[in-house]
Every structure is written in structure tokens, then in C-alpha cells.
């Protein structure tokens, strides 16, 4: 072991591979109309930790994949994942994401979706050219469940009688399907038994949520600034997530006053802010988050328990663990 | 012979199949999520013609298809359409559609973002239970190439320099492209060979361009309104159509200031769309864009010419001939 933690290992293991992965999305995000990689050239290299790809490119490797079916399959995650990022840009009218101007906020909402719709495209042509009619179902099934997540949320928002299983349902939909979908698709690849698919379909699941829980908490946290995250942008705009949901059942008829003005009405005011915070705390609203994400993540590490100890597993392992451990 | 124009031979022969597809349709846009089969049901019960679905039904019956594989490719062609237009009237920042209010209008831009995700996923999905990878390539190639064309256009709308060229390439791409997909995926059911494929592709296109020519002739047309269609919205919006380009060619300065500040200045006063219909009588602008749709619509008849003589065939040329003689 070096004592590398976090995502370092993931990364580190999987480097070649990935830099094959960003490769192909460049290829693939070429087009005669030069908008189109100006565009999506712009959100790509704003790009993060490109979880998703890597979830495929380690899960087919640990799984014994030894060719290069994963590495176009991988790029068509991300371009799933960008597009939606795209259309959800549009959708809360963001100015900026990780620190960024947003593509909507320097293009206009028009481009975007439309860049949103040709990447969407250019993930299903690079399933086809893989040909596995496993994948392609696996990924279409998880783009529709996102889309209905993604309604779902629109439907939620600003809405405080929302209850802990709706907040789930959102999350699981919008963000652990393609979690749990990139995790599969190695599988897959590396034509494992079906139950080998499922269990990895399992750890995608439980670390999508768990990732999803723990920014949402990191959103109320002082420590998210440690994380190049501005704290309360969910407040601001009124978004309904789980510190909220857990406060807000808590709360006297005063408390739930104040969240509704807040959340519902968008009516702040100074101090606002820090009263939520007060809250939240009050109520261990941030530590039952974390409490819930860790409960999704052991249901993750269980998942793979089955899978043969080895490197990428452990890498996996200890993304899995930075999940929770980076809200502390 | 019944006498039967235009559209009616082709629905007439395939009320049947195309009963089917409407019910394929109405099924797959089922969701938990309510809001989802409410706005997609508004945008295809507001249908129109169904004219790419049809091409899909009619050209696989042609080509000797006996089984029902053609029902739900028809309606993954009619779901790629629909999300286009729920995309399209978002761009284009539309209210009204076929003279109903618009779903953007109705339910918003970000539900109707999020409804044409959802629909091309299902689009996607209907395809993969068919499990034909050459369909899935034609369709998601068709997609990447209806996206494109949309950015396209997005950037040489209000552009009076947009030649021909230009604008045979917007329409090429963003309508024809499905309509040559949609006839050709016919092809590809029956197990035809690959030159049969590319004949019903070769016509599909023809065909989509030769419509779209004509509905851009049909803006600046009298006859427009006997077909339910608002005349001068092009001219409104400052769509750079082929007339218009045709009008901007041949124009000498003065008109060419005309079109500078009706349709890229937007700057558009009483009496300017009279002005402009002049200006495109003066110039036969109307008269050589119905002239291109008949030569594409040439080249249509002539590339179905191979297949034996029968209802069906007789019923696609007869939608052929109407594509271009509903301009007069």
C-alpha cells in the first residue's frame, strides 16, 4: 500500500485506460459545426473526477477484462453524464458549475440542449459500435430512469412536505442509475455471470447515493469549502435534500415556518443562512445524512465482497470510503 | 384506383399497423412520474400526420415484412420526433404548435427538456427490444445528424449571408435525415439487401426534403391557410428560408437593407411582410424553391423505381406527389 487515499488509487490504477477514455471523447466530440466541440469541449475539460467512467474502466478490469471494449463505453457514460449535466443547467438557469461559467450561461440555453441532444446521440453510436445489446440496454434503460428522476425532482422542488423516500427515489433515479449502470456495463464486458453483473449493478447503486447524501450534506458543511464547493447553493435555491427533509420533521410549527418561506417562497433574508445551519445542527440533520450514506455505502462494500481481493478492488473499496469520509 | 390524394392511400393501407403504433406509443410513454405521459401525451395527440412512423410501416410492408417488428420501430421514429419538436419549440422559444399552446407554453422549458430526454431514451429502448444493431446505428446516426443540423441552424438563423448551400444542409440534416432513416429501417425489418436499404433511404430523403422545401414555400403562400398552417411565422422569427435566399440573391441593395432589418435586425414594421411577399413574387422565389422540391422529389420516385408495382408503392408516390403539389 502507498497510503494513498480518496480517489487517488482509482485513478492511479486506471490512468492508462482513462487517458484512452478522454481520448475517444475528443475524437467523438468532433462534428462540422465547430459550436458543437466548443461546447462540449468547454464542460468536458470542466469535467471533475470522471467517477463514472472510471466505475466502468475498473469494474471490467477487475472483472478480467483484458481488451479495449471498455474504454468507448466508458466515454459513452460520460457523454450520458455531460449531457445531462447540460439539459440540468439549463433546467435551474445555473451560472456556474465547479467554479465555471455554466455552457448555457456563455451559449445560451438553446445550444445547450442541443449539444446535450447530439452528445446523448454520440453515447448511444459509441454502444452501437461496441454491439452489445446487453449495454445498450443496460444504458438505455438507465438514461430513461434519469430522465424520470429528473422530472420527478422538478416536481419536488421547493416542495418541504417532501418525505425521505421521495428525496431517495430522486436520488437513486437521477444520479445512482448511472452510478449503478457504469458499474454493470464492466461486467459485462468482461461477459461475467449475470449475478456478477448485478453485484456490481449493487456497488454502483449504493456509492451513487451514498456520493449524492454526502453533497448534499457538504452543501450545509464548513467543510465544503475545503472541496472547492460553494456552501449553500441548495438553500439558495430552494432545493429540498435530506438535512432538510430530517430538519423539517423535526421541527416545531415556527421551524417549519422558516423552511417554508425559505424553500418554498424564496423569501431570504439575512441570517437565513446561518439559522438553517443552527437547525440543522439542532436537529442532527448533517450526521443523519452522513449516517444514511454509510449505511448505503457498507450495502456497496457488501455488493462486492464476492469479487477475488486484488488491487482495483481495494481502490474501489477506498473510493467507496472517501464517499462518507470526505464530509468530516 | 379510389381517387384517393395525398396522404389518404397511405393511411388507408396501413390504418392497421399504424392503430398499433398509436398504442405502442401510448404505452411506452407511461411513467410513475404523472407529469411525464401528461405533456408527452399533449405533443402526440397534437400529432400531425405521422408521416415518419408511416414511412417506417409502409416501406417494411413493401419490401414483403409479414411479422409486427415494424409496429415498435415506428414508434421509436415517432418518440425521436416528438422529442425533437419538445426540444425544438423550447429553442425556437415557441407558444403555439399546429395551433394549440405549445408544452414549454403550457408546463414550461424544463419539463419539456426533461420529456424529450425521456422520450428519445424510450425511443432508444423500443429499439433495443427489437434487438437490431443495424436499426439502432441508422437511428442513433440519424439522431447525431438531427442534432447537428439543429446547432447548424441555431447559427445561421437572422443570417442573411445563409446561401443555398446552407440551407439545403439545415434541412438535409434536421428533417430529412429521419425521414431517410424511417424508410429505411423498413428495408432492414424485411431483411432486404443493403441496396434496397439504401434506395428506401435514398427515397426517404428526397421525400423529407422536398416536404420541408414545400412547408418553407407554403409561409409565404396564401394556400398555407386552407392547410391550417399561419402564414409569414417564418418571416416573423427571421427563419432564413430558401425563398429568402433566393429573394436576398437576386436583390439589389435596397432589398437586400429590407431583409438586413426585417430578419436579422428583427426590426419589422407595418406593411413589411406585404413588401416581402412582393419582393419574393418579383423574384419567382416561391416558384424556384417549389422547383427544387420537385427535383428532389424526382430523384424520390426515381430511386423506389426498382421495387414491383402495388398498393403500397402506388400509395408512397402518391404522398410523394403530394409532398410538393400541396403548394398550389
Known amino acids: 500500500m502507498t497510503g494513498e487515499t480518496g480517489l487517488t488509487p482509482l485513478h492511479r490504477l486506471m490512468a492508462d485506460d482513462l487517458e484512452q477514455v478522454n481520448a475517444t471523447i475528443v475524437q467523438r466530440m468532433q462534428s462540422d459545426v465547430p459550436l458543437i466541440p466548443q461546447l462540449a469541449g ?31 463505453l466508458a466515454a459513452s457514460v460520460e457523454f450520458i453524464h455531460t449531457a445531462t449535466l447540460l439539459h ?54 438507465a438514461s430513461a430512469v434519469i430522465a424520470e428522476g429528473e422530472v420527478n425532482q422538478l416536481l419536488t422542488a421547493n416542495d418541504t412536505e417532501t418525505d425521505e423516500g421521495d428525496y431517495l427515489d ?23 455471470p449475470r449475478a456478477e453483473e448485478k453485484a456490481l449493478e449493487r456497488f454502483g447503486r449504493g456509492l451513487g447515493i451514498a456520493f449524492q447524501l454526502v ?61 438553517a445551519m443552527e437547525l440543522l445542527h439542532r436537529h442532527g440533520a448533517l450526521d443523519a445524512g452522513i449516517a444514511r450514506a454509510e449505511s448505503y455505502a457498507r450495502d456497496a462494500r457488501e455488493a462486492i465482497s ?8 481495494d481502490a474501489l473499496l477506498e473510493a467507496l470510503r472517501f464517499s462518507t469520509a470526505r464530509a468530516y
Not at 170 to 192: P, Q, S, W
Not at 225 to 244: A, N, S
Not at 247 to 258: L, S, T, V
Open 215 to 275: 453533497d448534499d450534506v457538504l452543501d450545509y458543511s464548513a467543510e465544503a469549502e475545503k472541496l472547492g464547493k460553494r456552501v449553500g447553493d441548495d438553500f439558495r435555491e430552494g432545493k429540498i435534500t435530506l438535512p432538510v427533509v430530517h430538519a423539517f420533521a423535526r421541527g416545531d410549527e415556527r421551524e417549519r415556518a422558516f423552511w417554508r418561506r425559505c424553500l418554498e417562497e424564496l423569501d431570504q433574508r439575512e441570517g437565513d443562512m446561518a439559522h
Open 42 to 72: 468547454h464542460i468536458v475539460a470542466a469535467g471533475g473526477k470522471r467517477l463514472r467512467p472510471l466505475l466502468t474502466l475498473a469494474t471490467a478490469r477487475m472483472c478480467g477484462h483484458t481488451g479495449s471494449r471498455h474504454i468507448g
Open 170 to 192: 430522486v436520488i437513486t433515479a437521477k444520479t445512482a442509475a448511472l452510478f449503478a449502470a457504469a458499474a454493470r456495463v464492466g461486467a459485462v464486458v468482461a461477459e461475467r
Open 306 to 313: 464476492g469479487f477475488a481481493d486484488g488491487p482495483i478492488k
Open 88 to 141: 440540468d443547467d439549463v433546467v435551474d438557469e445555473s451560472q456556474l458549475r465547479r467554479g465555471l461559467d455554466t455552457a448555457n450561461s456563455l451559449w445560451g440555453n438553446q445550444a445547450s440542449v442541443l449539444v446535450g441532444d447530439f452528445l446523448f446521440s454520440r453515447a448511444f453510436q459509441l454502444m452501437v459500435a461496441d454491439g452489445s445489446l446487453d449495454v445498450l440496454r443496460i444504458l438505455s434503460d
